[in-house]
């Protein structure tokens, strides 16, 4: 079994609809959750970063953790086609980050 | 001023030969990584270094040998390139328990 477990999509919205992603993680050492968005030929960049359950907001962007459920997601509101890139959940433990296997999102104009 | 810079971009070679990526970051971080992404986009830890040190050593082939000259540098030497080992090579660094900052990549490509 993979640490993180993520559906890699891809996934097709219209502009302006809410986009919903998600991981599973196995280990409950993980304590730190993150978000990178990477967009084709790119490296992955920091979108999201939360430590503990609940919600938290930037903007369009919410992510939310359920630790007694091994759950993250995030949410994307009125999605824009720059949105458009591949989302991948990473959880940071001993010096790695362990990551999802990434949702690849296209917001069609 | 690039946090994060990885050379080369683009690396075409041959089977059998050796090659060198570089990394440099200006961020200060002490921790300082390699991943790989494959043809499926999954992104794998390679190595860790924290302060020059290497701490994490994922079941690479002795092959693939990286380098940290200072806090600031982790290069990767690859010896006898094989087809398998084409893909993108991400050089990031980190505080602990921080968000880490990625390069661009090398897009290496094994002919």
């Known amino acids: 079994q993979k640490e993180v477990e993520q559906d890699p999509g891809p996934l097709s919205v219209p502009e302006g609809a809410i986009v919903s992603l998600n991981c599973t993680y196995s280990n409950s050492a993980f304590q730190y959750f993150m978000w990178y968005r990477q967009y084709s030929r790119k490296g992955p960049e920091l979108l999201m970063y939360t430590y503990s359950s609940g919600n938290k907001e930037d903007g369009r962007f919410t992510a939310q953790v359920d630790k007694s459920s091994k759950y993250i997601s995030l949410f994307i509101r009125d999605s824009q086609p720059s949105d458009s890139a591949t989302y991948l959940c990473?959880?940071?433990?001993?010096?790695?980050?362990?990551f999802g296997a990434g949702t690849t999102v296209t917001v069609r104009a | 001023d690039t946090a994060v810079s990885q050379t080369p971009k683009y690396l075409v070679t041959q089977m059998g030969n050796d090659k060198s990526i570089k990394c440099e970051q200006n961020?200060?971080?002490?921790?300082m990584y390699w991943y790989k992404q494959d043809s499926k986009k999954f992104l794998k830890i390679m190595f860790s270094y924290n302060n020059k040190e290497l701490i994490i050593n994922e079941t690479v082939p002795n092959r693939f040998s990286p380098k940290s000259p200072d806090k600031a540098h982790l290069n990767l030497h690859i010896n006898s390139l094989e087809l398998g080992d084409s893909a993108v090579y991400f050089c990031?660094?980190?505080?602990?328990?921080?968000?880490?900052?990625f390069g661009s990549g090398t897009r290496l490509t094994v002919v």
């Open positions: 990031a660094s980190s505080r602990p328990n921080y968000g880490y900052t």
């Open positions: 990473a959880l940071p433990n001993d010096y790695k980050l362990s």
């Open positions: 961020l200060g971080h002490d921790t």
